[in-house]
């Protein structure tokens, strides 16, 4: 069956970086894009952005154009979002979703001096 | 960016009942193949959006038919007969029409 597994908690320092993985099985990785989702504390969905799993080209949304990576590694069939110089407001749970069907179980990400 | 202006924010049903919600948009969802990317998510506490309709009234697979989508243009609804205790959660609506891909702010359907 069609499954998005992605990697655990992470809690870091301001300043710090990150990767979380998605690892997809299931199906054929480079058939559909993968996109990527915030989900503030209680908030709601807030749209990252995707990448395209042929050809590695991500295309964000403004918010993410700064500081924010999607990467793959297709022979493991695994995506990855990088997040660069961490900040408060970055504190959130990451999904990976395969087009807007699948979705992983989230990422929980904690930035805390 | 396009707006997605979804109501209500709480929805408060009877178990068996019937819940509407209404999601629209800042500007046409129609897309230039004539596709309309409109679709609705259930996020039940503690887990990730799972996909109930998309492209505006197809069910996807698994949901019952208890929930229908319809609408066009701008105006959008999602339909839920015979509420049942799994329903109760927060529902998004999700234009892909336009890049950046928006959400709706999210209706909680929970208990009267």
């Known amino acids: 069956q069609i499954q998005l597994v992605q990697s655990g908690p992470e809690l870091k320092k301001p300043g710090e970086s990150l990767k979380i993985s998605c690892k997809a099985s299931?199906?054929?990785?480079?058939?559909?894009?993968m996109q990527w989702v915030k989900q503030a504390p209680g908030k709601g969905l807030q749209y990252m952005g995707w990448?395209?799993?042929?050809?590695?080209?991500?295309t964000y949304a403004d918010d993410f154009k700064e500081r924010f990576v999607f990467s793959l590694e297709t022979s493991a069939s695994t995506a990855y979002l990088q997040i660069n110089n961490l900040k408060n407001e970055d504190t959130a749970t990451y999904f990976c979703?395969?087009?807007?069907?699948?979705w992983g179980q989230g990422t929980l990400v904690t930035v805390s001096s | 960016d396009v707006v997605m202006t979804q109501t209500p924010v709480s929805l408060p049903v009877s178990l068996g009942g019937q819940a509407s919600i209404s999601c629209r948009s800042s500007?046409?969802?129609?897309?230039?193949?004539?596709?309309?990317?409109l679709h609705w998510y259930l996020q039940k506490p503690g887990q990730s959006p799972q996909l109930l309709i998309y492209?505006?009234?197809n069910r996807f697979s698994g949901v019952p038919d208890r929930f229908s989508g319809s609408g066009s243009g701008t105006d959008f609804t999602l339909k839920i007969s015979r509420v049942e205790p799994e329903d109760l959660g927060d529902y998004y609506c999700?234009?892909?029409?336009?890049?950046?891909?928006?959400f709706g702010a999210g209706t909680k359907l929970e208990l009267k």
């Open positions: 979703a395969r087009s807007h069907t699948y």
């Open positions: 299931g199906y054929t990785f480079t058939d559909y894009a």
């Open positions: 990448i395209n799993t042929q050809t590695g080209k991500p």
């Open positions: 500007q046409s969802l129609v897309h230039s193949n004539g596709n309309t990317y």
């Open positions: 492209r505006v009234s």
């Open positions: 999700l234009q892909s029409t336009h890049f950046p891909y928006t």
